[in-house]
């Protein structure tokens, strides 16, 4: 079965600095992976996802992932955060067969400070 | 517009009793699935459903519920076995199983 680990469950930076939301996962097979944003009591949107193709996945604001296959990691990025990037991000994979089930990391709360 | 409804926004459950939520989607998808979230833990499944008519149990499924009698509606009832419901639960569809999930804007289910 397939699992993933968000390494910091809260990021706090500066708004234009640049961030990087760790993710890493382990699966026996080929997988999907995704990132989802949540803002506070909302649902979730999808940020980007990785199915193949291209290792850097570029995303809806401003943010990109680049999928590594051999260190298991899709980390995410942001060149130049705003204050409107306060939120907590999710990164989930899924096996490429079967039922191919969403498994969600446990998150990571960005904050952002003016 | 297209897109996940849930309704309540907000749900409060007493002791020994049944609360149903809702989960609506007119965007003719055919998998749906129902999360719950706590804090700190997540995301983790409940029940998922590939089609009309069936339906998956996930990693939580004990005290929980479902029916798939439409393709448009995937209700989820916690019963009074689920000892701590408190949480906010998420619907989600996707065209098929193993494509995007689109997520709807979650019940917070809260124990008087």
């Known amino acids: 079965a397939q699992s993933v680990t968000q390494l910091d469950s809260q990021v706090p930076v500066f708004e234009e600095a640049p961030v990087e939301l760790r993710c890493n996962y382990s699966?026996?097979?080929?997988?999907?992976l995704f990132w989802y944003v949540q803002y506070p009591n909302q649902g979730l949107q999808l940020l980007l996802k990785?199915?193949?193709?291209?290792?850097l996945v570029k995303g809806i604001n401003g943010f990109e992932a680049e999928f590594n296959k051999s260190q298991t990691s899709f980390h995410l990025r942001k060149p130049s955060v705003h204050i409107s990037d306060t939120a907590e991000y999710f990164c989930a994979v899924s096996e490429n067969w079967g039922a191919q089930k969403l498994v969600f990391g446990q998150g990571t709360r960005l904050t952002i400070n003016p | 517009d297209g897109g996940i409804t849930q309704s309540p926004k907000y749900l409060f459950r007493k002791e020994g009793q049944n609360v149903t939520l809702s989960c609506e989607q007119n965007?003719?998808?055919?998998?749906m699935y129902w999360y719950r979230q706590d804090p700190g833990q997540g995301l983790r499944l409940i029940y998922y459903?590939?089609?009309?008519?069936?339906?998956q149990k996930g990693d939580i499924a004990e005290g929980y519920s479902v029916s798939r009698e439409k393709k448009e509606s995937f209700p989820l009832t916690v019963t009074s076995a689920q000892k701590n419901p408190t949480a906010f639960y998420l619907c989600a569809s996707s065209i098929m199983p193993g494509e995007t999930q689109y997520f709807g804007p979650g019940t917070r289910l809260l124990v008087l």
């Open positions: 990785y199915l193949s193709g291209s290792t």
């Open positions: 965007l003719n998808h055919d998998a």
């Open positions: 699966s026996s097979v080929s997988v999907y």
């Open positions: 459903s590939q089609i009309v008519n069936d339906f």
